[in-house]
Nanobody, 123 residues
Framework: QVQLLESGGGLVQAGNSLTLSCAAS????????VGWFRQAPGKERDYVGS????????YYADSVKGRFTMSRDNAKNTVYLRMNSLKPEDTGVYYC????????????????WGQGTQVTVSS
């Protein structure tokens, strides 16, 4: 069982930066891949990016590539999402999720989810 807690969301102006954190419980967290997803009002929950168990492999959605960066500190059981050059279309609830099998880009490949943190980017 893995429990996840996102934090760091808030209201920012376009062009600014924000760093989200995903803190996890469970000793095996360092063995798992972690993904970030986001959901805008009235829309599907979309893939943002993912990181493998030791942080040496990352994938990103085209919409955030070059602006967002994922990293992790397994000693702290925490994964980070650094978001630069934010745009109004980045607005949404951001969720982190754990995949116990492998790094993945599909929502259905993730078994455990956090409650989400709201990010609002004003123009």
């Amino acid at each position: 069982q893995v429990q996840l807690l996102e934090s760091g969301g808030g209201l920012v102006q376009a062009g600014n930066s924000l760093t989200l954190s995903c803190a996890a419980s469970g000793r095996a967290f360092s063995s798992y891949a972690v993904g970030w997803f986001r959901q805008a009002p009235g829309k599907e929950r979309d893939y943002v990016g993912s990181i493998n168990w030791n942080g040496d492999t990352t994938y990103y959605a085209d919409s955030v590539k070059g602006r967002f960066t994922m990293s992790r500190d397994n000693a702290k059981n925490t994964v980070y999402l650094r978001m630069n050059s934010l745009k109004p279309e980045d607005t949404g609830v951001y969720y982190c999720a754990v995949s116990i099998i492998t790094i993945a880009t599909e929502r259905d490949d993730y078994e455990y989810w956090g409650q989400g943190t709201q990010v609002t980017v004003s123009s």
